[in-house]
């Protein structure tokens, strides 16, 4: 069975602040493919970013980053320099071919002004 | 691409109606996906398509529950005898999978369901 664990709940930050939300993940699957999307208040889910299990290479795009470890199954997501506009609920989901797509339970992020 | 559209955004029915949610995916994706998400929690699976064929549905989709894509296209999702336990957002979303590549799921808006 695959399940999507993110332990925390709700993180408020100050803006300007850098937030890390965790993701870990359980799979007997060699292959597998994560997620990260994010859902502001408007509703709609946005995607972030797709990593493979074969690419343990950490990812940046602009103040985003990604940091995937096979050895702690875990796909962690960091947001440098908090912005108000940041502030959502973050979805880290896991995926495999022929499979259906499985969601954590969601962080929702507040970062204040 | 105009996105994954669904249809209506909101729906109001009574306990014991039946209701119908229409999806329509990016055109060039072959596989559909219903997700279900209440309040606080993250999207449910309850059940996806490649082209026409229902591959995979969940134990949450009830037999009061039926999804249908005929042609590859547009999908609906039809509950019967509704239930305020049904009271939800029902999120439609399609991908192109080919091979083995498994590309992320595009969503739609959703379609926010409250039985009263």
């Known amino acids: 069975a695959q399940k999507v664990t993110q332990a925390q709940t709700e993180i408020s930050v100050v803006e ?32 972030l970013i797709r990593r493979n299990s074969f690419d ?6 602009g103040r ?6 096979k050895s702690t199954s875990s796909f962690n997501f960091t947001i440098t320099a908090s912005q108000v506009v940041d502030s959502a609920v973050y979805f880290c989901a896991l995926g495999n071919y022929g499979q259906n797509f499985v969601f954590g339970p969601g962080t929702r992020l507040s970062v204040l002004p | 691409d105009t996105g994954v559209s669904q249809d209506p955004r909101h729906k109001i029915t009574k306990r014991g ?12 994706h072959n596989r559909l996906y219903w997700y279900r998400q209440t309040l606080g929690q993250g999207p449910e699976f309850l059940t996806y398509f490649q082209n026409e064929a229902q591959l995979e549905k969940s134990r949450l989709l009830s037999d009061r529950f039926s999804a249908e894509r005929p042609k590859g296209s547009f999908s609906t999702l039809e ?38």
């Open chain 1, 16 to 47: 300007k602040e850098d937030v890390t939300l965790d993701c870990v993940y359980e799979t007997r699957d060699t292959t597998y493919y994560l997620f990260w999307y994010k859902q502001p208040p408007s509703g709609e889910l946005v995607f």
């Open chain 1, 56 to 61: 343990e290479q950490n990812e940046i795009s």
């Open chain 1, 64 to 69: 985003y980053s990604w940091n995937f470890q």
């Open chain 2, 17 to 28: 109606q039946n209701v119908t949610f229409r999806c329509d995916p990016i055109s060039e």
């Open chain 2, 79 to 116: 509950i019967q005898r509704t239930e305020q336990g049904d009271s939800a957002m029902y999120l439609c979303a399609s991908s192109s999978n080919t091979g083995d590549y498994n590309s992320p799921l595009h969503f739609g808006n959703g379609t926010r369901l409250t039985v009263t």
